[in-house]
């Protein structure tokens, strides 16, 4: 089973309007990331949440961390088109410390329609 | 500062024809991350190296796959005698220091067709 589920996986949404992507985690997060993915190119690192709680804001875009609820939801305020991509959680779920790798959502494909 | 750098990005192989990737990480960076990218699939870790050492290979295929991260030069991942299902995107990733709070930052792929 996916040890990251992203949802919804598709949403296409008017210019203008806001929307909310979905990450939970089968596991305890020790750190949950967010990237952007446009198509047929690399991610690009949007934020980093560690903390229960933590809420962090880059221009249009909010990231919360729910940790007791292991999920993470990434809200973004008034869509443009150049929001438009696929949006990638990506978690540090491993009980050690140090660098690990990460472990991906399957993403969310954002479609923003004038 | 320039990013990741990847290269090639494109390749296209014939099967049983030896894929080879690079990676050139970021500026002050030592430690790299490989993962591979499936039609339909999400991001799958590969393999974390640092500086001449290969720290976790535990998503490494057990077969035809290797990766190595000589003290001099860019990072490689080398597919041996590929098949049609290595087509994929692969991805590295670099961070700077140890620790969990580090933040990894990818390259464009490279992008494998195997015919």
């Known amino acids: 089973s996916q040890e990251l589920e992203q949802s919804p996986q598709s949403l296409i949404v008017q210019e203008g309007k806001n929307l909310t992507i979905n990450c939970t985690s089968s596991?305890?997060?020790?750190?949950l990331y967010w990237y952007k993915q446009k198509y047929g190119e690399g991610l690009i690192f949007l934020m980093m949440?560690?903390?229960?709680?933590e809420e962090k804001s880059h221009e249009k875009i909010t990231a919360k961390l729910d940790e007791k609820k292991q999920q993470s939801s990434l809200h973004i305020t008034a869509s443009q088109p150049s929001h438009a991509g696929i949006y990638l959680c990506?978690?540090?779920?491993?009980?050690?410390?140090?660098?690990?790798?990460?472990?991906f959502g399957k993403g969310t494909r954002l479609s923003v329609i004038a | 500062n320039a990013g990741v750098m990847q290269n090639p990005r494109h390749l296209v192989r014939r099967r049983g024809q030896e894929a080879r990737l690079r990676c050139s990480p970021m500026k002050g960076h030592s430690h790299v991350y490989w993962y591979r990218q499936l039609p339909e699939e999400g991001l799958k870790f590969m393999v974390y190296l640092q500086k001449e050492n290969i720290i976790d290979e535990s998503g490494m295929p057990k077969e035809r796959f290797s990766a190595e991260f000589p003290k001099e030069g860019p990072s490689i991942l080398r597919i041996q005698q590929v098949v049609r299902g290595d087509s994929a995107a692969y991805f590295c990733?670099?961070?700077?220091?140890?620790?969990?709070?580090?933040?990894?930052?990818f390259g464009p792929g490279t992008r494998l067709l195997v015919l």
């Open positions: 990506g978690a540090d779920i491993r009980r050690n410390s140090g660098n690990t790798p990460l472990v």
């Open positions: 949440l560690q903390k229960g709680g």
């Open positions: 990733a670099s961070s700077p220091r140890l620790g969990r709070q580090e933040t990894q930052y």
């Open positions: 596991k305890t997060l020790y750190g």
